[in-house]
């Protein structure tokens, strides 16, 4: 699975206030995990991962944040919640691997794809307060290029009167940007 | 009993037969649901990959509007909403800070007095399978269904808790009190790939591939889903997955709501179902057809049986003539019957100790012939001299084929005294 070598060396004081920050914000310990891969056995999405759940906590295990947030595992976890729920440990990983997405967003690493699309679905609701299904794919495949993607799917979305022709809007939506900023504003563990 | 409703976004555009058939199923089994007002998106998992405190805020703004218009319990089908209104409500009631934030955001106060409620705990929990059965007005008989519960209604359980994580029953019970058959399979809770399968396809797709070939090749022949987007990626891309991996699944996919109010008497199209990509009427007639055969295959067996007991009396000094079991009526009877053909005609004298001793020690001989003392006694019970002869006949002949028919007898016997019981 490694396909270059590791220098182990020992963990920079920096290193360590991330690993506690992010367990701190997902609310579990990762120094709980005893590293039986039970949560990678049960992913439904392990075959895609370059590190698998049990390799993602034994990165930060070792101190490698570095890795552990460009691993483009955490962009691959679909948020089922298995790992979770069937840890004997009781680690939380599925809340791990969400504080690491949010951890990495803000440095900048991210899936393009994925991050376009959650940027394009919140902005529908900080804008309108509702997700306009139709606006969102639209908006997604602009972002990523993808102009024709599910093309063939849009006729007969509108056939069987799936679409909404304009976007349902909520009368708050001016509390729902205040929302947006004061979030940001307050926000953030760090 | 009135609920706060959150239909949730997609109630109106994807999952617009989900809104349809919810709403029925409210009227149906009586109670009401008052949609909130002004309610926002939840965020879903687009909120929480971003910002954890902004994805607390959002559902806790409906959280705040449910507790300012006096209610406590929220009703949220989508499986995606419900989620997240979870999540923020165990926020709220537990992280004293978390909630500070979240109020200061909002710029609204939040008592932490609301249930955010699934559909499958409001109608197993609340509203009970009796009820709804007692709606039943055409049983789903011989449907074979595959509940499939995807992730967010049971986990992480600390936040959902109303059904087990890894093999959930509450679908499977409404299943069954609509008439139909609950189809053991494996992936029930495994993920569709959710949100994967619109941003990373080539992940998602083989998420969804392995959850409908599970669901076939455990025997299913439709899913029933209580989520939004399991519905979506199912049905809309069930086509696309059939082309990707080269392998034909022809699986209609269901709301748990649509079905429930089908069998309760409203016509398909009332909740949408020619909305579905999937074509998904037409297993619905074909259920209909194969629930109406069954029925009067069932009335066959109920009134053969009945002339078989005004025959009893009748039968009675013929019990040894008829050792040897030819054409007989009740269906589980039949089945051990093409065997008794094959043998050699038994040795009488045989037959006749074994009559003896059927009818003097009918409990013994019952214990002999059936492992599970219960049924013994049931057999017992039911020992007349048309069973004693048959069971003679065949003891004499092949021990095995006996038990077999004795097995049989009590099977009968046990279903008759279900019906009459129903």
Redesign the interface.
Known sequence: MLESAFKLSPTTDSQKALISRLEQ?AGTSINLCYQCGKCTAGC??A??MDYPPRQVIRLLQLGFTEEALNAKSI??C?????C??RCPRGV?I?SLM??M??AA?KRGKT?K??A????A??S??KNF??????GL?LQ?NLTTGQLFK?MG?GL??MQ?????VFP?R???RD??K???E???K????Q | MKYAYYPG??A???G?EYGMSMERTAKILGFQLQELE????C????????????SL??PA?NLAIAEKTGFNMIIAPCAACYNRFRTAEHAVQHDPEMKK?IE????MELQGSTETLSILDVLVNKIGTEAITAKVKSPLTTMKAASYYG??LV???EHTGFDD??DPQTMDKVMKALGADAVEWSHK???C????V???P???M??LY?VLKDAKESGAECLVTACPLCMLNLD?RQAAVEKQFGEKFNLPIYYVTELLAIASGDAPQTVGIE?H?VEAGKYLDTVKIRAAEAKITAEKAAEEAAAKAQAKAAAAKAAKEKAAPTGEAGVKAKAAAPSADAGAQPDQKKVDAFVTALTKNPDKMAAKLVADPAQAGVLASILDEKKIGKLAGLMARDMELAKKAAAAFVQQELKRQGECQD
């Open positions: 914000e439904p999405a075959f895609a962009w691959i679909a948020s089922c919640e298995t979770s729920a939380d599925a969400d504080t997405r949010r967003l899936d794809k994925v376009a699309f959650n940027k679905f919140l529908n609701v307060g509702r997700t306009y299904e139709a794919l997604y599910d799917l007969p979305m069987r009167g799936k679409v909404g349902e909520i009368k708050a509390e729902m205040k929302i947006f004061r979030a940001a307050f926000g953030g563990e | 976004c997609s109106d555009g994807s617009i002004d309610w926002n998106c965020g879903a998992t687009s909120g929480h990959n971003t910002d954890k405190l902004l805020a959002l703004r934030k200061q955001v909002l710029d992730c967010l986990r992480p359980v994580p890894e809770t495994e993920c790939g959710a949100a994967m619109t941003a990373r080539d992940v998602g083989r998420m392995r809309m909305k990509f």
